[in-house]
């Protein structure tokens, strides 16, 4: 049955040998906004690509700011130090997630501590988290401490699961309780929503990625999404070498980062933008034949949450047993079909091994099941 299944993804991805999970497609005007770019010289960081792609970004997600960075990695570094992570605070965040998540926690010197998701959304839940800040935090006068580390909780990291959006409200009101600020790792779900809202706009901010895999790319880069203009002032600042405005003058005022997206990578985010609602009803037209097909299969297919509009980054299905997951891994990759297990759980990683966790039964039956199927646009 897995050799037919095989068959049917090809026929899908008529000409693509092997079937790609998800390669970028260039359908509008990346090339004549990349000569643009260059023909005004304007190819680093200043230039009116990065302005436009900011605005378009933070109009089409409903955040008040958008600030473009070089990678989705850079950008949760930044925002979880805008946010006020610390060097040995600790991050809550979920397991099974891509290794950018736990790095960028790292890279601000913080800890992250790994609390389960939910089975149905993939995402952070909502109820695990609040029975692991209840079991094992107190809230100060002065912020939440971990009362086995003594260590302070600075920010809470939920990741939108290959753009199914997490129960983000409930998350969102937990954390508010304990008084930790919730940065949303949306860097899978540009044009996911949550009751009609755009991840990334529930926490006092979101991140978004275009790597060459992610649903629209800019060769690599990232976004920071926020409502207030202080959080986005801050992070253009320590993005930007924390220079000073100033005519002339070389000021900084604080030890900055080189992060800021160039111009060149904002150009093709541009003509990439202009085509997102087309590439993404085109990505749902995949899900819906993906449902039916694996329905008639009598195989677990993941369609998105009630009150959720997924973006089908990257579709889902889900095998019986670890046995029968990695048959169909061998049988698809041998016959020119990518799919992917999902992450190796990030507590599982020699550099994350030794983190705090809560109970993972949910992440480890995923990790046994889950695979990736090709879901990148259909041209035809
Ligand atoms: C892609 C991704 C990122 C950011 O990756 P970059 O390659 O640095 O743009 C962060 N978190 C998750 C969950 C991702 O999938």
């Known amino acids: 049955m897995f050799d037919e299944i095989v068959e049917f993804i090809k026929s899908l991805y008529p000409g693509q040998n092997p079937v790609p999970l998800h390669a970028p497609v260039f359908l509008g005007n ?27 970004t933070a109009q089409y997600t409903g955040a008040k700011y958008a600030i473009a960075m070089v990678n989705g990695t850079t950008a949760l570094q930044i925002a979880l130090q805008v946010a006020g992570v610390k060097p040995g605070d600790e991050v809550i965040t979920q397991p099974l997630t891509f290794v950018a998540t736990a790095n960028a926690i790292s890279h601000c010197g913080a800890i992250p501590v790994f609390v389960d998701v939910d089975i149905d959304t993939m995402g952070l839940s909502p109820q695990n988290l609040k029975d692991f800040l209840l079991k094992n935090y107190t809230i100060k006068s002065d912020g939440t401490y971990n009362r086995l580390t003594g260590k302070r909780l600075a920010s809470i990291v939920p990741m939108h699961t290959f753009g199914f959006p997490c129960r983000i409200d409930d998350i969102v009101d937990i954390a508010d309780a304990f008084n930790v600020p919730v940065v949303e790792d949306s860097a899978e779900s540009l044009g996911s929503c949550y009751k009609n809202k755009h991840t990334g706009t529930f926490g006092i901010a979101g991140i978004l990625s275009y790597n060459g895999n992610k649903t629209i790319t800019t060769g690599g880069g990232g976004m920071i999404i926020t409502d207030s203009e202080e959080f986005a002032k801050k992070a253009k600042h320590l993005s930007t070498t924390a220079k000073v405005s100033h005519s002339y003058d070389y000021v900084h005022d604080q030890v900055g980062y080189n992060y800021r997206m160039p111009n060149v990578n904002a150009a093709i985010g541009v003509a990439q933008m202009e085509k997102i609602e087309e590439y993404l009803l085109n990505k749902r037209g995949t899900s819906d034949i993906y449902r039916e097909y694996f329905a008639s299969k009598n195989i677990d297919f993941t369609s998105e949450m009630k009150e959720t509009t997924a973006n089908y980054w990257l579709n889902v299905i889900r095998l019986k047993d670890f046995n029968k997951r990695n048959t169909f891994l061998d049988v698809a990759n041998e016959n020119g079909v990518m799919t992917r297990p999902v992450w190796q759980l990030m507590d599982k990683l020699e550099m994350y091994k030794d983190c705090q966790a809560s109970n993972l039964d949910n992440s480890k039956w995923l990790e046994e099941r889950v695979v990736n199927i090709p879901s990148g646009v259909r041209i035809r």
């Open 30 to 56: 990346e090339k004549k906004y990349l000569a643009d770019c260059i023909d005004s010289t304007f190819v680093s960081y200043v230039g009116k690509y990065v302005t436009q792609f900011e605005e378009m």
